[in-house]
């Protein structure tokens, strides 16, 4: 079974400043690692995702997240937060290989706010 | 348009009425998913289609949810006998079967049961 948790339901964080919204994850396989931004009364937007390579993944907006394998982390991460950052933001897994669909496991979302 | 589509954006009915749900997946995409959000519950799965495959049917709550996907294309949620607690957002995505399998997801179907 796989498993994503989302420690903090909200993160606030004052425009300019660093951001980080924490997701840890448990799979049996080798993780594809997601996040995902929801905008008030919308479906979600993808943002990145990691599946093999580099620890470091760059996404839509100026947001990254790092890959950290021995403590099953996949944490987002933006250098200097906007006040249009704020929104619900879901980290999500999947363990099957390529070729073979299958769900999404998603965190029980964290949301953002940026404050000028 | 090139995203997923659903309609109807917000549907209303009555407890103990049927209701349907449509998507329109991204153009190519072979597979095709359907997750339900509510308060306090956060975003199920409930079932994907792949291809002419099986579907995996493993995240509907109850037989009163049933879902078709016709010409490997557009499909059908329907919920019979529509309960209070089926109240939530429907959500619709697609994907390719290539590299990660990203899903893109449609605005989604409020659903409302009096």
């Known amino acids: 079974a796989q498993s994503v948790a989302q420690p903090e339901d909200q993160v606030n964080v004052a425009e300019g400043n660093p951001l980080t919204v924490k997701c840890t994850y448990s799979?049996?396989?080798?993780?594809?690692l997601f996040w995902y931004v929801q905008y008030p009364n919308r479906g979600l937007q993808f943002l990145l995702k990691?599946?093999?390579?580099?620890?470091l993944v760059k996404g839509s907006y100026g947001f990254e997240a790092e890959f950290n394998k021995s403590q099953t982390s996949f944490h987002l991460k933006k250098p200097s937060a906007l006040v249009s950052d704020s929104a619900l933001y879901f980290c999500?897994?999947?363990?099957?290989?390529?070729?073979?669909?299958?769900?999404?496991?998603f965190g029980t979302g964290t949301r953002l706010q940026v404050t000028l | 348009g090139a995203g997923v589509s659903q309609s109807p954006s917000n549907k209303v009915t009555e407890k103990g009425k049927d209701v349907e749900l449509r998507c329109d997946p991204i153009s190519g995409h072979t597979a095709l998913y359907w997750y339900r959000q509510s308060l306090g519950q956060g975003l199920e799965f409930l079932i994907y289609f792949q291809g002419n495959s099986a579907p995996d049917k493993s995240g509907l709550p109850s037989d009163r949810f049933s879902a078709e996907r016709t010409g490997g294309s557009v499909s059908t949620l329907t919920i019979q006998r529509t309960q209070q607690e089926d109240s939530a957002v429907y959500l619709c995505?697609?994907?390719?079967?290539?590299?990660?399998?990203?899903?893109?997801f449609g605005p989604g179907t409020r659903l409302t049961v009096l």
């Open positions: 799979v049996s396989g080798n993780p594809y």
């Open positions: 999500a897994v999947r363990d099957t290989p390529t070729g073979t669909a299958s769900k999404l496991t």
């Open positions: 995505a697609s994907s390719s079967l290539q590299g990660a399998h990203e899903q893109f």
């Open positions: 990691y599946i093999t390579g580099d620890n």
